[in-house]
């Protein structure tokens, strides 16, 4: 087939199966019955195995999703307006029905299939694909050599920089720990705006992971390439010595470091601080009037996108090169893409977080947050170290070296959704898959995907009903939170197993796809906007702002990763020019198959090639960027 990329074209045909098309669900629902699949001629069995998912395509012309009604408030209305909405039930009730969630009831094909409440895929290989797979774990790989070829201005020290550092002997991770921690304590006469980017640090621990790593390199025993090397972690998980807040004035009890955490720790990484988050996560703006906003490093009047806000702030700004998030709604993707960095939403039940409980099960994971391709895809092998007490994780195939140069180049792109996107977003992405199609030989083929606005929604009452179920009281949120949990409060059950009856659906379509398609990644701008402008101000700050309308164009695009399971890579392609203030970064994502979290990070390093050798001007650090290794070094 050739493939005109201005134009759409019939979805090329294959005959090859995916490697994967065997896929097993670890789900506690019963086998799906033969009237709960449909006809025979309508779905074909991938697997005979428990819990077996359908390959099962829908075609269904496009629909724009219609302009959204929700009230905007924010300042004082939005303060006391809450209080009201709130209190008096047939309000929030009016804007739950307001918000258009009784929308799944007008899809009368939803009956014919079940309610899925666990999105966890793990693909089963051929035998001889194990055999390969498994040889390939063993292949050693330089992982320094990954490193991007920058320098100056375009430079953001990697992992393997901080590695370097302390081999040469040049520096000690204590060197880091002192330059770092003024810079980001809040308990300090002069305060600098870095310090708004963590909720809590914990100096004590942090220069008693320094030291002992300091002596590790010093006796020649580091544990590795993480030895040393600074990190943030989410308020939303769990670290010895801190409290868990979630952005929120409360604290949630705690038994100990997250699994996730842990592992990362356990490499010699130091946890420089918690960091801040939108409250409960419930938001992609990191508005937080409890802990305060860290702005956007390239662009003061901008947001730094949540909820992994913090995190997004300190990878961006160069105070670590890795930094952990957590993402039921794009709330990796989202603050890597606004502050130019990389994040991976990783496929569902891969990465332990326990003993931290999850209020968002179905749609939640952890996923590391990076300055560098490299520093992702060194976080992801740590973070993927299986926990025999999370089940799910201890069936996925141990982590793997990413696979570079891919091994297979195939982007899948649904052109009347991509375009959904604003024209400067567009056109960056455009750019960047340009490149890989003409420079680095992808292929693009047309894919169709159905119900996207549906799909939307019932992503959206999903979560909303899940972290609800986990705030009985709403006394001590912030206004905008007060509105979005009475809301969510009001959900009832039928639409709830409707939501996930379309989940059910939305995956044997993309099974499907990666089917015909063996390799497909699914390719769409991580955003449709060119960055989320502050547009109340200091108003905004002080009181927050419920605006549903553009958290939805906001989320346009990534609420299916975390629907449906799938892993997603988010990669920095541009920069625009915004509102006001200057440019904004702009970041595109690729979607791959269940459990094919490697190959993403593969093509992320095709990505990164673009940004560095493609990209007119090359890669773009903020005028408040912090290089400390540079800094030490000149001392």
């Known amino acids: 087939m050739t493939f005109s990329f201005n134009k759409t074209g019939a979805v090329e045909k294959r005959d090859t199966p995916s490697p994967f098309a065997r896929i097993v669900l670890e789900v506690s629902t019963e086998l799906n019955t033969e009237e709960d699949m449909g006809s025979a001629e309508e779905a074909s069995r991938v697997s005979q195995s428990h819990g077996a ?28 307006g809450a209080s009201l909405i709130s209190s008096i039930q047939s309000i929030s009730r009016y804007l739950w029905t307001n918000a258009g969630f009784t929308i799944l009831r007008n899809i009368p094909e939803l009956e014919r299939f079940p309610p899925r409440y666990d999105p ?54 204590l060197d880091v720990a002192q330059e770092l921690l003024p810079l980001i304590r809040r308990d300090v006469p002069e305060r600098t705006e870095h310090a708004t980017a ?69 490499a010699g990484a130091i946890v420089m601080g918690k960091s801040s988050m939108h409250e409960l996560g419930l ?8 802990d305060g906003t860290p702005l956007n490093p390239y662009n003061r009047e901008y947001y730094c996108g949540g909820s992994s806000g913090g995190s997004g702030y300190a990878v961006g700004t160069g105070l670590v090169p890795l930094a952990l998030g957590v993402d039921g709604g794009g709330s990796v993707r989202i603050p890597s893409s606004f502050c130019g ?29 990076a300055a560098n391709m490299i520093d992702l895809e060194l976080g992801f092998r740590i973070l993927s170290k299986s926990d ?6 201890t069936f996925f195939p141990p982590p793997q070296a990413a696979p570079v140069p891919p091994t297979n180049k195939i982007l899948g792109i649904y052109r009347p959704w991509f375009d959904q996107a604003d024209p400067s977003v567009r056109k960056a992405c455009s750019a960047a898959l340009g490149y890989l199609h003409k420079t680095l030989g992808y292929e693009l083929v047309d894919i169709t995907i159905p119900f996207l606005h549906p799909g939307q929604t019932a992503h959206a009452l999903t979560i909303l009903a899940e ?53 497909l990644i699914i390719v769409t701008p991580t955003t449709t906007l060119p960055g989320w402008h502050i547009s109340g101000g200091n108003a905004d700050l002080r009181y927050g702002v419920s605006d549903a309308n553009t958290s939805l164009r906001n989320m346009r695009y990534v609420w299916l990763a975390n629907f449906s399971g799938c892993p997603c890579l988010q990669v920095p392609v541009g920069y625009v020019e915004a509102v006001k203030g200057g440019d904004v970064p702009i970041g595109m994502m690729g979607m791959g198959e269940w459990s094919t979290d490697e190959q993403l990070i593969g093509f992320g390093y095709d990505v990164e090639k673009w940004l560095h050798e493609g990209l007119d001007g090359g890669r773009r650090r903020p005028e408040n ?10 001392k």
């Open 467 to 519: 972290i609800a179920t986990t705030q009985p009281s709403i006394e001590d949120l912030t206004p905008a939170n007060k509105i979005l949990i009475s809301v969510a409060h009001h959900t009832p059950a039928r639409d709830f197993l409707l939501a996930q009856r379309l989940r059910e659906l939305l995956m044997r379509h993309l099974a499907a796809l990666f089917q015909e398609h063996p390799g």
């Open 53 to 80: 998912i359908v390959s099962q395509l829908f075609e269904t012309p496009y629909e724009a999703p219609p302009e959204p009604k929700n009230p905007v408030l924010r300042g004082l209305p939005l303060y006391y």
């Open 283 to 290: 938001d992609t703006t990191n508005n937080n009037p409890n």
């Open 341 to 369: 960095i990389y994040g991976l939403k990783t496929s569902h039940g891969r990465i332990s977080r326990l003993p931290t409980t999850n209020g968002a099960s179905s749609t939640s994971v952890v996923g590391p947050m």
């Open 198 to 266: 963590f909720a809590q640090i914990n100096a004590e621990a942090v220069l008693a992971a320094a030291k002992a790593s300091t002596a590790r390199w010093e006796a020649g025993h580091a544990l590795g390439l993480l030895d040393g090397v600074p990190i943030a972690v989410k308020d939303e998980l769990d670290v010895e010595g801190y409290e868990r807040k979630l952005g929120s004035k409360s604290v949630f009890k705690t038994d100990g470091t997250s699994w996730c955490v842990a592992a990362l720790m356990e």
């Open 120 to 173: 966890t895929v793990i693909p089963v290989a051929p035998n001889e694909k194990k055999q390969s797979l498994s040889s390939y774990a063993q292949t050693p790989v330089n992982f320094t050599n990954r490193s991007p070829s920058s320098t100056g201005s375009s430079h953001f020290p990697s992992v393997a920089d901080y590695h370097a550092a302390y081999s040469s002997g040049a520096l000690t991770p």
């Open 388 to 393: 025999s007490a999370f089940p799910s994780s």
């Open 625 to 634: 960027f912090v290089d400390i290794l540079k800094s030490l070094s000149g």
